[in-house]
């Protein structure tokens, strides 16, 4: 079946740093979604990229869908506290329907 | 606007016992999801609903778990008899019919299912 790898899989930044992370599928992939997770909360979508090459903001948050449409990344700028948490990527695979698939996540760690 | 409802938001049952998990999708979304998530595993998809009928339930782990869809605003997800393996987090998403939305998936808060 479609896999999504995403790397790293953890990170341990400073406040204030930025961050980046990536993540490559198996299979062409014709829409990406970024997704953070909190502890003991749902996944919250950050942003969805539909064209290959395409590059969206939302604030501090930075995605690029890849050109090879098999991978996509995710920067974080000016990292703060709140940034904490597990980040995903998924994608709808090949399955001519509504499923996605989700990466095995990264997870951000601030060090005071 | 409201988003994703689940009931309850943690669940402590002993082996043997029937275990209801609820939810409601935003308003206006036709496709439902519920999922599981585990450490080991991750975020798996068990079965998905479009305008009330399920679609998809490859990933449903057996015939201990069932699901339905008696209408637009609420879904259930029930396992009996639930076993200690069963433990985890339950999520259930929901997405809108429009266009390139139907793949932006908004997800509940879970439920946290320790069964012992």
């Known amino acids: 079946g479609q896999q999504l790898n995403q790397s790293p899989q953890s990170m341990f930044i400073q406040e204030g740093e930025d961050v980046s992370m990536n993540c490559t599928s198996s299979s062409i992939f014709n829409t990406w979604l970024w997704y953070k997770q909190d502890p003991g909360e749902g996944p919250v979508l950050l942003i969805a990229?539909?064209?290959?090459?395409e590059l969206t903001s939302n604030g501090r948050l930075t995605a690029q869908f890849g050109i090879t449409r098999k991978d996509s990344f995710l920067n974080i700028s000016a990292s703060i506290p709140s940034d904490v948490g597990i980040y995903f990527c998924?994608?709808?695979?090949?399955?001519?329907?509504?499923?996605?698939?989700f990466g095995t996540g990264t997870r951000l760690t601030i060090i005071p | 606007d409201a988003g994703v409802i689940q009931s309850p938001r943690h669940e402590v049952t002993e082996m043997g016992q029937e275990v209801t998990l609820r939810c409601k999708p935003i308003s206006g979304h036709n496709s439902l999801f519920w999922y599981r998530q585990t450490m080991m595993r991750g975020l798996e998809l068990l079965i998905y609903?479009?305008?009330?009928?399920?679609?998809?339930d490859s990933g449903m782990p057996e015939d201990r778990f069932s699901a339905k869809m008696p209408n637009a605003s609420f879904s259930t997800l029930k396992i009996q008899p639930s076993e200690p393996r069963d433990s985890a987090v339950y999520f259930c998403?929901?997405?809108?019919?429009?266009?390139?939305?139907?793949?932006?998936?908004?997800f509940g808060p879970g439920t946290r299912l320790t069964v012992l």
């Open positions: 990229l539909y064209k290959a090459g």
């Open positions: 609903f479009n305008n009330n009928v399920p679609i998809d």
């Open positions: 998924a994608g709808p695979g090949d399955f001519g329907n509504e499923k996605l698939t």
């Open positions: 998403a929901s997405s809108s019919p429009l266009g390139l939305a139907v793949f932006r998936q908004f």
